[in-house]
């Protein structure tokens, strides 16, 4: 069992900046991939960014590629967003889960143990 607590989302002017954190509890952290995922309202819960077990090898959605960058510390385990050029569109819920099969993975069934999720609020 892995629990993950989000925090560092808040609200934030288009243009600036927020850093998310997930942290995990469990010695097991270290082991598994972990990505991110948002949820606006009315809308499905979407892909965001993932991250290998190493952090070696990272992913993002085509809408935060070269804005968000997903980073991990497994001495915290701690995985971090950490989100550049916020636009009104980036306003979601955002929420951490863990990826037990490892890899660069996308979609939410393949991903287990959520978050409760922290609110980012980006107005124009």
């Known amino acids: 069992q892995v629990q993950l607590v989000e925090s560092g989302g808040g609200l934030v002017q288009a243009g600036g900046s927020l850093r998310l954190s997930c942290a995990a509890s469990?010695?097991?952290?270290?082991?598994?991939?972990m990505g991110w995922f948002r949820q606006a309202p009315g809308k499905e819960r979407e892909f965001v960014a993932t991250?290998?077990?190493?952090?070696?090898?990272?992913g993002y959605a085509d809408s935060v590629k070269g804005r968000f960058t997903i980073s991990r510390d497994n001495v915290k385990n701690t995985v971090y967003l950490q989100m550049n050029s916020l636009k009104p569109g980036d306003t979601a819920v955002y929420y951490c889960?863990?990826?037990?099969?490892?890899?660069?993975?996308?979609?939410?069934?393949?991903?287990?143990?959520w978050g409760q999720g922290t609110q980012v609020t980006v107005s124009s």
């Open positions: 469990g010695r097991t952290f270290s082991r598994y991939a």
């Open positions: 889960a863990v990826n037990r099969r490892g890899g660069l993975l996308i979609s939410l069934d393949q991903y287990e143990y």
């Open positions: 991250i290998t077990w190493s952090g070696g090898n990272t």
